[in-house]
């Protein structure tokens, strides 16, 4: 079965300033998705960015990338110029290619803290 | 505009009261899942279903039920909620193929005391 594990609970950064999300996930599938979703305060699921497995690019969209690292089984997303609007939940989610559900497997999730 | 809706927001009830969250979609989904979030566990699916009259479990069915009647609708029914079940839920729906997106409801927080 997979699994994807969000090791920091909580993170905090400086308005501004750059800060990285670690996600780690554990699969035997070749074919699958990853993304990253913001819960803001109104718990609206927000989808970030998204990673297609057989992709060697990073996906990138506008301050949001991540460092996709299929072998280590890694996926990061790293905000640039952080905006106090960034504050909030993030969870990374994986997704099988093969799967005819479109169920999504979630990590705990990260609280994010920018500080003015 | 395109949504998914979710009611109600915010639900208080008293263990064994049945309950019903409705969950309902505009864009002609054919995926409709249902999905809990509690603290340190990340969202976990409930119940799925690929389209009409086709449910199926998640990863925590227990207590919990669904019907898929009309495509546009899956409701989530708790026949004898629990304290346990005091959570935050979510209905998701998703249009049919590899690339398409889930589109997420805005949550409903349930308290059972």
């Known amino acids: 079965a997979q699994t994807v594990t969000q090791s920091q609970p909580e993170m905090s950064v400086q308005e501004a300033e750059t800060v990285t999300l670690s996600c780690t996930y554990d699969?035997?599938?070749?074919?699958?998705?990853l993304f990253w979703y913001k819960q803001p305060p109104s718990r609206q699921m927000i989808l970030v960015i998204r990673?297609?497995?057989?992709?060697?690019q990073n996906a990138t969209e506008n301050r949001f990338s991540v460092n996709f690292q299929k072998a280590a089984k890694s996926f990061s997303l790293k905000i640039s110029d952080s905006q106090l609007g960034d504050a909030a939940m993030y969870f990374c989610?994986?997704?099988?290619?093969?799967?005819?559900?479109?169920?999504?497997?979630f990590g705990q999730g990260t609280t994010l803290q920018v500080k003015p | 505009e395109a949504q998914v809706t979710q009611n109600p927001r915010y639900l208080i009830t008293v263990t064994g009261k049945k309950l019903t969250v409705t969950c309902s979609q505009n864009?002609?989904?054919?995926?409709m899942s249902w999905y809990r979030q509690d603290p340190g566990l990340g969202l976990r699916q409930i119940y799925y279903?690929?389209?009409?009259?086709?449910?199926d479990k998640g990863d925590v069915p227990e207590g919990y039920k669904v019907s898929r009647k009309e495509k546009r609708n899956f409701p989530l029914i708790l026949e004898s909620p629990s304290p346990n079940q005091t959570s935050l839920y979510f209905c998701?729906?998703?249009?049919?193929?590899?690339?398409?997106?889930?589109?997420f409801g805005q949550g409903t927080r349930l308290t059972v005391v």
């Open positions: 998701a729906s998703k249009l049919r193929g590899r690339v398409t997106e889930a589109f």
């Open positions: 699969t035997s599938e070749s074919d699958y998705y």
């Open positions: 990673q297609e497995a057989y992709k060697q």
């Open positions: 989610a994986y997704r099988s290619g093969s799967s005819n559900t479109g169920k999504l497997i």
């Open positions: 864009m002609n989904h054919e995926y």
């Open positions: 279903s690929m389209n009409v009259e086709v449910t």
